[in-house]
């Protein structure tokens, strides 16, 4: 059934009965994308050297390591030592392992949660499925969405429960990896000396985990005081992450950034700083979050493989499956565009929709999502004006939403101001502060809300020297796309590994996909050393047959090309090409089971006694 099929009375999709006209938003949204298209696209962003090189340097320490260089061999060396590296391994050393390094350049485990402690800091997804392996530590967040140092503490206990302190360096960062073919080793050297072998290999440095700042003309003759989020200076503010920061009562301050970050960190400064300005280039989508502190009748209440079941009905949730929502176990804001859709489907009659209906639906659902959120902003808000600029004006799924119910209230506080700039940005920052629209702010800090540079976390993207078979380079051998089986492993690289989002399966809940990415690593490891294989490298067919379903799935995502600037899309500066497993990572896990069921090894297991072919079959 098409829209000429339909009497418009009862067309569901009919503007009439909509209460908006689709046109007119899509209009609006082109015209607030237009204006915040840069030239300089992601070159926008500076790394933090230079003048502010003091970003490289921990906080969180108070000394070098006092410790000779290591040459020594390990089985494993895992690099990075958040949740990925953490669950690496954790799988690990539930499949039998004991000689397993991890090298992590911070102070201690944890990751982003290690870096990230400014005030007001807590996950967007439910704990109760955010955080991982709950069931095999026996824990049970102390609220549905805990802080900041609540995760950070809990992933000191997944280090501590898989004995991963034993063997790791921390304050230690590799410089290079190289393929000993006469060892079967990787050949591993970092900036403390250190020249290790290691049998495997696994990458998992994290999306997070280098932070960025906007290159404004004249960031660095500003006189104030300045820091990234990722390296707050309580020294400065005084206080924590619950706040109370007394160091901030006679202080004008600036944030720069309105995304996640800001949005959780601006309702602390605003009670605690004697002004504070937020200079908003993009307003993000901020909706409910309404947290609580764990029921402990509930808590009691779980029974064996709740964690599973729970994080995995909440993807189930999110991909659409009728009979998961049906029993919605997370029931937070999350699942509200996925309600919408099914809502506007039944209504539009889904069952005789065209492929093209289908798009529309998903447009509508998406429009009367935002709309939503606009409202929300309007009942928050005290003034009309402030209220229009903090509306985000675009499709929800062009940028990860955020979930704060403090954010909003700030600004009807006669000591917060917001500072739109029309979607430019802050244009240059004198000695004495920001400047919007010819408008000078005189602060006495600067607090940069920026966040990371993202895409830079795979080894082939990191700038690390890493050799594999015959001197070859990872990105060399990615100079014509990236080319791996299942996103972990490449030709010609034996016994290396790279977790992350890279051909592989995304979702919200990231902590689930580097759990499942853990789980299969280690699948293939054990299953290595089971069989006596000298390496675990696909060949050059199971790596082509891959790229090739990679490419079918992937094409180019239009949608995202309309978005207004941000990392999801380049800053709007280029057709996204999504090279990850569609639909979803649950479908992606289930296929990996299926790999490891059928084996799948015989892809992947090089004997002592083999040869490798130019073509690797």
């Not at 095999?136 to 967040?141: A, I, K, N, S």
């Not at 998903?362 to 003034?383: C, G, P, T, W, Y």
């Not at 020297?465 to 492993?489: A, K, N």
Request: some cysteine.
């Amino acid at each position: 059934m098409t829209n000429e099929d339909r009497s418009p009375a009862a067309d569901p999709l009919d503007p009439v009965r909509l209460g908006f006209d689709p046109e007119e938003v899509r209009a609006r949204y082109r015209a607030e994308r237009d204006r915040r298209i840069r030239p300089d696209g992601s070159n926008q962003y500076l790394a933090p050297t230079g003048d502010f090189g003091y970003y490289a340097v921990d906080p969180y320490v108070d000394a070098e390591p006092d410790r000779a260089p290591l040459e020594d061999d390990v089985e494993v060396l895992i690099v990075g030592a958040g949740f990925g590296g953490l669950l690496a391994g954790a799988r690990l050393r539930q499949s039998g392992f004991d000689s397993i390094r991890m090298v992590e350049k911070a102070g201690d485990v944890g990751g982003t949660w290690y870096w990230n402690r400014y005030p007001g800091v807590r996950c967007d997804i439910e704990s109760y499925i955010y955080l991982p392996l709950l069931e095999e530590l026996g824990y049970v967040p102390s609220e549905k969405y805990a802080r900041g140092e609540e995760i950070r503490q809990y992933t000191r206990s997944i280090a501590q429960h898989f004995d991963l302190y034993r063997d790791a360096c921390f304050q230690t960062e590799v410089t290079s990896a190289s393929w000993d073919e006469s060892l079967r080793r990787w050949r591993v050297t970092t900036d403390r000396g250190d020249n290790i072998t290691a049998r495997y290999a696994i990458f998992s440095s994290g999306p997070f985990s280098r932070p960025k700042l906007p290159g404004i003309p004249g960031i660095d003759t500003f006189r104030g005081h300045t820091f990234h989020t990722s390296r707050w200076d309580y020294s400065y503010t005084g206080g924590d992450q619950t706040g109370g920061m007394h160091g901030l009562a006679d202080k004008r301050v600036a944030v720069v950034g309105t995304g996640a970050t800001g949005i959780q960190c601006v309702p602390a400064l605003a009670e605690d700083a004697a002004h504070l300005y937020v200079f908003q280039r993009t307003p993000s989508v901020v909706d409910e979050r309404a947290n609580r502190p764990t029921d402990p009748e509930w808590a009691a209440g779980l029974t064996a493989g709740w964690h599973e079941r729970r994080r995995n009905n909440f993807l189930a949730v999110l991909g659409g499956d009728r009979a998961e929502q049906d029993r919605d176990m997370v029931a937070d804001r999350w699942s509200d565009l996925a309600l919408h859709y099914r809502q506007v489907a039944e209504e539009a009659g889904e069952e005789e929709l065209t492929e093209q209906e289908h798009e529309l639906v998903r447009e509508i659902a998406d429009f009367r999502k935002m709309n939503q959120v606009r409202e929300r902003v309007d009942s928050l808000v005290e003034d009309p004006e402030t209220a229009r600029a903090l509306q985000p004006w675009y499709r929800y799924e062009c940028k990860r939403p955020t979930f704060n119910d403090e954010y909003y209230p700030a600004f009807n506080r006669p000591d917060v101001t917001l500072v739109d700039t029309g979607g430019r940005g802050v244009e240059r920052i004198t000695e004495r502060g920001p400047v919007s629209h010819g408008v000078e702010y005189e602060v006495d800090c600067i607090v940069f809300a920026t966040g990371f540079q993202v895409g830079g976390s795979h080894p082939a993207a990191s700038g690390l020297p890493l050799h594999g078979r015959d001197g070859v380079t990872l990105p060399e051998h990615f100079s014509g796309g990236m080319r791996t089986l299942h996103g972990f492993t490449s030709h010609g690289f034996p016994n290396l590994f790279c977790m992350g989002p890279s051909q592989n399966g995304v979702a919200p809940n990231f902590t689930h996909v580097l759990d499942d990415q853990a789980t299969h690593i280690a699948a293939m490891i054990t299953e290595s050393a089971k069989r006596g294989a000298a390496y675990v490298e696909p060949t050059a067919a199971a790596e082509q047959a891959w790229v090739d379903e990679m490419r079918r799935k992937a094409g180019v995502d239009s949608a995202l090309d309309e978005c207004t600037p941000g990392y999801y899309n380049n800053e709007g500066h280029s057709s996204v090409v999504r090279s990850f497993y569609r639909p979803d990572e649950l479908e992606f896990a289930e296929l990996l089971r299926r790999w490891r069921a059928e084996d799948g090894f015989a892809d992947v297991l090089v004997y002592p006694a083999e040869n490798h072919d130019s073509d690797g079959s």
